[in-house]
């Protein structure tokens, strides 16, 4: 079955630690890739997306994220948080072919929490 | 450009009522997708419609469906509520939808109580 993990439920930490949040998938063939985030209160936001070429992509706010296609990984990083990133995270994979049309698989999230 | 649109943003039903959320995409988006977030189940797919066209279906029960009009705006329905649909209901639309190299927007979703 298709799915995503998040290694993360709740991370808690200081403004200007380093974040990596983990996420792993299970699908066999070609996926695009998605990070989406909820700040509290808003609707869910895209942080970045993967679809082909280089493997490091970088998106908004700071972030970037790794696609390791051995390892079904694709992990989410920040070199330096703030407090106005606390927000719940999403990792999120849609299978490509048209069987997997309009449809993304979510991991269950991890909230961030970053003390000031 | 205006964002994806869900009306209402909150109802309160009362079990065995049956339920209708709207969605409208960005202009120009003809992929609308939904989902269920609830605390223990995440965020999980319900369906997916081009064109008017259901082209994707989650694991839900057949109370749960949808429809997309030609101006490409949405409607969900569920029937015969039940305490466990309580939830949040999030659309989403793309140029193409998800399979093609597009990304989804989210709406604010709409919370649904079932008492």
């Known amino acids: 079955a298709q799915s995503v993990s998040q290694h993360n439920h709740h991370v808690i930490l200081s403004e200007a630690a380093s974040l990596e949040l983990g996420c792993n998938y299970s699908?066999?063939?070609?996926?695009?890739l998605f990070w989406y985030v909820q700040y509290p209160g808003q609707h869910l936001q895209l942080l970045l997306k993967?679809?082909?070429?280089?493997?490091l992509v970088k998106g908004i706010k700071g972030f970037e994220a790794e696609f390791i296609k051995s390892k079904f990984s694709f992990n989410l990083r920040k070199p330096s948080v703030q407090w106005s990133d606390t927000a719940e995270y999403f990792c999120?994979?849609?299978?490509?072919?048209?069987?997997?049309?309009?449809?993304?698989?979510f991991g269950q999230g991890t909230t961030l929490q970053v003390k000031p | 450009k205006a964002g994806v649109t869900q009306t209402p943003r909150y109802l309160i039903k009362t079990r065995g009522q049956q339920v209708t959320l709207s969605c409208s995409p960005i202009?120009?988006?003809?992929?609308v997708s939904w989902y269920q977030q609830t605390p223990g189940q995440g965020l999980q797919f319900l369906f997916e419609y081009f064109s008017e066209t259901q082209r994707n279906k989650g694991n839900f029960p057949g109370r749960f469906s949808g429809r997309q009009f030609s101006n490409s705006r949405s409607e969900m329905n569920v029937s015969t509520l039940e305490l466990g649909d309580s939830a949040l209901y999030l659309c989403?639309?793309?140029?193409?939808?998800?399979?093609?190299?597009?990304?989804?927007?989210f709406g604010q979703g709409t919370r649904l109580t079932v008492v």
């Open positions: 989403a639309s793309s140029p193409r939808g998800q399979g093609a190299n597009t990304e989804a927007f």
């Open positions: 993967y679809f082909s070429g280089d493997p």
């Open positions: 699908y066999g063939g070609t996926v695009n």
């Open positions: 202009s120009g988006h003809r992929s």
């Open positions: 999120a994979v849609s299978p490509r072919g048209s069987s997997n049309t309009g449809k993304l698989i």
